[in-house]
């Protein structure tokens, strides 16, 4: 079955139920409260306030499998070059699971092993030798799946060192970072998979010249005689990266150090846990009874079903309120693609915006449009069972707030006034984390990424290149002379600007 035909197939399940309500589906089939849930692991999703039925979404699990999600499945985890465009495998499952016994992914959770073994002793180093701070330098997928969990898993496990992060090229975001810090007890880590990003090429430079010694200078990269040309850095001081690994799939990889630096190497392992049990679950599980295969089918009928053009991401945890940053580059930088792996057109419509923020917070800023805009935004609502903190009255207000707004999207509430009435009917999925552990955060984030390699699958296209990103990095480059003023801009507006800039001088 073409990818054309999987969305009609979808489409005509779209419009078969019409304007269903969601209270209505519920009332025709009470079960589906209890029913459309799984739970793996630490992790429970319900997916029953959304606007299919049971007939509607076995039509998007029977398009999935017609689009070979199964052996798709199978595929990623034995090391089969999915990566087409860059004929690549896509291996981050090999960095945590030993679920394949093909000889490339065998090598693979090797060479991860060993790569882990020396960032134990990196972390021992760094964690006894009197160092305080730690910068990592990075951007993307060299900084957002790390700062994500570090910030994430504070309360996981006390370390005798301060992780910070510099990703942006801005020397604002450098002086900031730098301000307070002893230069002689802070070590700083350099990630880059290229070992050619300008961001942290320029940031890296500006921490080398300012620690004035590079003996507490580490880097992890695919690019290893780059780094070792460019900022002396001896071998011993390198972790690796691979071409197998994605750069926003890397976190689990030696890019984790600040995390390991962070909870200790124990707890490093225990995030790469539960992403395996997640790896277990998808690779193993039917998609009718699999948490990944509900995600992304929600997400497709969500796109291709009911038209909705964004999705927002809302943790209710103050601790995840960087997961919607780190989502927004798993999934819009794997699955914003027009084209087909063919190269032929897209069939229908492929990722949303993806935002968001954490509850309860964005109820005072953006849920306004939420509740009473025009365009219905279907979400991902996530909760945290059990807090780390002793505040029991913020939790059940926390969790009263999570579970109210989960209501009063669905259900909305009838008024004689149209200024107060809510319409209702605004899809969300529910997953509770029974706490907040290297464990359940390693699980969530390997969902996530299942969920996009099948939402890629259903659609036909790649996840795993970026080719979308290249022109503007090109384009800047040929804008810096103009800037230093030995060049002329090509682009008439952009003329203008330089022009406006230089009046001022
Ligand atoms: O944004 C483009 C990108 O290539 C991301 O995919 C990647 O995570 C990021 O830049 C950083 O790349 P590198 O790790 O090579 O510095």
Redesign the pocket.
Same mark, same amino acid.
């Given at each position: 079955m073409e990818a054309a035909q999987r969305i009609e197939h979808v489409r005509a399940e779209a419009a078969r139920l019409g304007d269903s309500r969601i209270g209505s589906l519920l009332q025709a089939d009470p079960a589906r409260a209890s029913q459309f849930a799984l739970r793996v692991g630490p992790l429970y999703a319900n997916f029953s306030r959304q606007r299919f039925d049971r007939s509607a979404i076995e039509a998007v699990f029977a398009a999935l499998t017609a689009a070979g999600a199964e052996a798709a499945l199978s595929a990623l985890f034995d090391g089969v070059s999915v990566n087409v465009t860059e004929s690549r495998p896509a291996l981050h499952s090999a960095l945590r699971s030993d679920l394949s016994s093909s000889e490339i992914a065998r090598a693979a959770h090797a060479q991860a092993q060993d790569a882990r073994n020396s960032m134990r002793r990196i972390v021992e180093q760094l964690h006894a030798g009197g160092i305080s701070d730690v910068v990592s330098v990075?951007?993307?997928?060299?900084d957002l799946g790390p700062r994500l969990a570090v910030d994430a898993l504070a309360e996981a496990g006390a370390s005798p060192v301060r992780v910070h992060f510099l990703s942006n090229v801005d020397g604002h975001a450098a002086q900031r970072v730098l301000a307070g810090l002893d230069r002689s007890r802070t070590a700083v880590l350099l990630?880059?998979?290229?070992?050619?990003?300008q961001e942290?090429l320029l940031n890296g430079a500006i921490l080398r010249d300012w620690l004035g010694d590079d003996s507490r200078l580490y880097a992890i990269s695919a690019n290893v005689e780059r780094a070792a040309r460019e900022f002396s850095i001896p071998a011993d001081r390198i972790l690796p990266m691979w071409d197998w690994v994605?750069?926003?799939y890397s976190l689990w990889s030696a890019v984790g150090l600040p995390i390991a630096l962070a909870i200790g190497m124990d707890g490093f392992e225990q995030l790469l846990a539960g992403a395996a049990e997640m790896d277990a679950h998808v690779l193993r599980t039917p998609l009718s009874q699999n948490m990944a295969a509900w995600h992304a089918a929600t997400a497709i009928w969500n796109r291709n079903g009911l038209g909705f053009g964004a999705h927002a991401v809302l943790p209710y945890d103050e601790r995840l309120k960087l997961l919607p940053n780190y989502l927004q !580059?798993l999934v819009m930088?794997s699955l914003g693609k027009s084209v087909q792996i063919d190269g032929r057109p897209v069939a229908g419509d492929t990722v949303p915006v993806w935002w968001g923020g954490a509850g309860t917070d964005t109820q005072h800023s953006f849920f306004q449009a939420l509740h009473q805009g025009t365009d219905v935004v279907p979400c991902d609502l996530i909760g945290v069972v059990g807090p780390a903190h002793l505040h029991a009255n913020n939790h059940r207000a926390l969790l009263s707030n999570l579970f109210a707004q989960a209501e009063a999207f669905a259900n909305g509430q009838a008024s004689d006034d149209p200024h107060r009435s809510y319409a209702g009917n605004r899809p969300s999925t529910m997953i509770l984390l029974d706490s907040l552990t290297p464990h359940s955060l390693g699980a969530l984030l390997a969902l996530y990424e299942h969920s996009v390699y099948l939402q890629a699958v259903f659609w036909g296209i790649n996840p795993f290149d !970026?080719f979308g990103?290249e022109l503007g990095k090109q384009l800047a480059s040929t804008l810096l002379p103009v800037l230093e003023g030995r060049d002329e801009a090509n682009d008439a507006v952009t003329r203008e600007l330089i022009a406006q800039i230089r009046r001022q001088g």
């Open positions: 990075g951007i993307g997928g060299s990630i880059s998979k290229s070992f050619s990003t942290t994605g750069g926003r !580059q930088e !970026q990103v």
